[in-house]
Every structure is written in C-alpha cells, then in structure tokens.
C-alpha cells in the first residue's frame, strides 16, 4: 500500500504528513507493506508524481496526507471536489484561481476509504478525529481529486482516500492558541486507520453528517 505526503510549504520548513509517511514507510499493517512518498506542493508536478507512484507501485490501498494548519483533530476527508482557487502561490510560484482540476470531469469525487469506520477506529482509541466534507480548494484537493480519478479510471481494484492531519506543536508555536498534534499520536493514528481501512472494506452505516 501506498502512504503519501507533502513537502513544507506557506514558508515552513516542515510538513506533517511527509513525517508520517516516512516514518510509517517500510512497515507491514495487516500483511501489507507500506511505501511512502512525498509529493511537491505543486499544481503542475504533483499529479505527475502522483501518477508515476500508482504505475510503479500498483498499491491496493492509497492513503494520501496533507497538513491542514489550524484543524484540531485528524480530518477523514469525505469528498475531493473539480476545483482549484488558490489563497496562495504554490513552491513554484503558481496560484490559479477559479480553475477546474481536471477539464470536463465530474463535479466530485468521493472517498473510497471507510471513512466512518476510521473516526470511530480513532475516537475509540482516544484520537481526536473529525469527519470533514472539504478538503479545500488548494492542493491537498486537487491531489484527491486526482487520486479518485486515477482509481476510478485506471486501477479500478484499489481503494484510497485523503487525510488532513493538524499543525506540529513546533508550526502552531507561531499561531498562539491554534491547534496542534504531536508527530508520534499522528503516526499512532494513521497506522489505526490504515489498519481500519485493510480489514473494513463496507463503511459502517452509521451518522456521519452534518445539519450545516
Ligand atoms: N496541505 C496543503 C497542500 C499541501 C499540504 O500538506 C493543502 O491542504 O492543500
């Protein structure tokens, strides 16, 4: 299975989700063997990269990160929407505003990860998790989009999804009272969920929603 993170970017010098998927890279959860990658902060490189992962490792299951700076708890993204509108320049200077991510694709993709399953898998074991309907407009979105996209297409027989995870404690020094997480509960968290996501393959038909 494939685990996937970003490089730092907005002016940091590190990123969560890449930690993770390193630190989780050469593992075996559920008889599965973990590779990991990290992928540029970049509108134009990141779903080459994306793609040239999925071609050379043929993963059964895809778990991409991504940092969400000021979210309090680890994020189940449920829906990648066909948009892209930049608050900021990516690391190679673009920001393209009111753009699609794919040309003529459909409006959103959804999460083949048991998403309910892993909040509860969470909450049972003391990690603060939420479920979330966006995962933004920016590059974590564009990614999961891609993501969806390149299973549903090309490698029908995997399944994946995306996960925010929250500032470091040494990133949310600099946003007094923000939130933050530290490095070891969020690699105990996605090792949790990844685990979920092996052995459930039916998401629990259990509330989930939101009334707004
Ligand atoms: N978070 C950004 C892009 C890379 C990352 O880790 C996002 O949420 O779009």
């Known amino acids: 299975m494939l685990v996937l993170g970003f490089e730092p970017f907005a002016g940091d010098t590190i990123n969560p989700s890449a930690e993770i998927a390193n630190q989780l890279a050469g593992e075996t959860i559920e008889a599965h063997r973990i590779v990991s990658g990290v992928l540029p902060v970049s509108f134009s490189d990141a779903p080459l990269v994306l793609a040239e992962l ?10 991409a990160l991504g940092q969400a700076g000021g979210r309090a708890g680890i994020s189940f993204e ?7 509108d ?3 320049a990516d690391n190679a200077g673009l920001q393209p ?23 509860a898998e969470l909450s049972a074991h003391g990690v603060h ?25 090309e490698h029908e027989s995997a399944r994946g999804g995306f996960i925010h995870v929250p500032w470091l404690p040494q990133q949310s020094a600099r946003h007094p009272g923000d939130p933050d997480m530290a ?4 690699v105990y968290a996605i090792r ?7 052995r459930i393959h039916e998401d629990l038909p259990i509330s ?5």
């Open 192 to 198: 949790k969920a990844i685990a979920c996501a092996l």
């Open 208 to 212: 989930g929603g939101t009334t707004h």
């Open 183 to 186: 490095l070891d509960t969020m």
């Open 129 to 153: 998790s939420t479920l979330s309907l966006s995962a933004g407009s920016y590059v974590c979105n564009q990614i999961f989009y891609w993501l969806a996209h390149l299973l549903a297409s």
């Open 86 to 88: 930049a608050r900021i």
């Open 97 to 119: 505003i009111d753009a699609e991510v794919l040309e003529g694709g459909p409006g959103a993709y959804f999460s083949t990860l048991p998403v309910k399953a892993m909040h």
């Open 78 to 84: 449920r829906v990648a929407i066909n948009l892209i």
């Open 54 to 63: 999925l071609d050379r490792h043929k993963p059964t299951l895809v778990v």
